[in-house]
């Protein structure tokens, strides 16, 4: 069942979100050559813990970290540890936050100092399919206009998306219903109603949309070893758009 919050608790959720996006933030400031990313990871979750709140993907499902950090071909999921940020990378950072019961979501790729022109183009094909995903979401459209938005926006700019993985619903729990794909056709999928709750998420691919999991049983790669982008909102739906609570 989909779950429709009350304005009380869209507020509770945006508590969460704020502190998602002050991550997400911190960690733009952060990523440098050199730098770890258990470092990094471990910055990122002072900073929730600092706000009385707690780093969601710690412990779920076993999962290790505060954060997923993904590098380069690496697509999500990627576990903090020693290895070092070089120049010329592209960090995914992923970060859920829980104050009060409630579940913020977010994620944002970053850069290591200079990228090619056509890594730049990747990374701004999928902050774009996100917004066209936002720009459509609205109460009484079917979960699919959104996916399809997605799907048309990063396809016309020359990349692939995703498949394999979806955004989803959030609220008192990480993942809630509905699943959320990054693709599909107009008109399928339940109708969006005011009052709900998603995290919109466009993983897209410079190369093939397939991916595989790696022997961790957590990162996500390309199949193919090309460069993959990730960004990701947690909205609420209104009557005429979406409210996003990752916001600072």
């Not at 770890?36 to 990122?44: F, N, R």
């Not at 022109?117 to 094909?125: M, P, Q």
């Amino acid at each position: 069942m989909i779950s429709i919050r009350t304005s009380n608790e869209i507020e509770l959720l945006r508590e969460s979100g704020r502190l998602v996006a002050g991550s997400l933030d911190l960690a733009g400031t952060l990523v440098r050559a050199g730098l770890t990313t258990a470092e990094l990871d471990a910055e990122i979750e002072s900073f929730i813990r600092s706000h009385d709140a707690s780093p969601e993907f710690k412990g779920y499902n076993g999962f290790p970290a505060a954060t997923c950090i993904s590098i380069n071909e690496e697509v999500v999921h990627g576990i903090p540890g020693p290895k070092e940020l070089r120049a010329g990378d592209i960090v995914g950072v992923d970060v859920g936050v829980r104050k009060q019961g409630y579940v913020g979501d977010g994620a944002r790729t970053c850069v290591v100092g200079e990228v090619p022109e056509g890594t730049v183009r990747l990374i701004d094909a999928t902050r774009e399919a996100l917004k066209a995903g936002l720009a459509v979401a609205r109460a009484g459209i079917h979960l699919s206009d959104v996916s399809h938005a997605i799907q048309e926006t990063a396809e016309t700019l020359g990349f692939s998306v995703v498949r394999d993985l979806a955004g989803h619903g959030v609220g008192t729990k990480l993942h809630e219903e509905p699943e959320v794909p990054n693709y599909g056709p107009l008109g399928r999928g339940p109708v969006l109603k005011s009052g709900m709750v998603l995290a919109i998420e466009p993983m897209v691919n410079a190369g093939t949309a397939a991916v595989r999991t790696l022997s961790d049983g957590w990162t996500v790669v390309t199949a193919d070893g090309a460069l993959s982008a990730h960004f990701e909102h947690t909205v609420a739906i209104t009557s005429d758009g979406v409210d996003i609570l990752t916001l600072v």
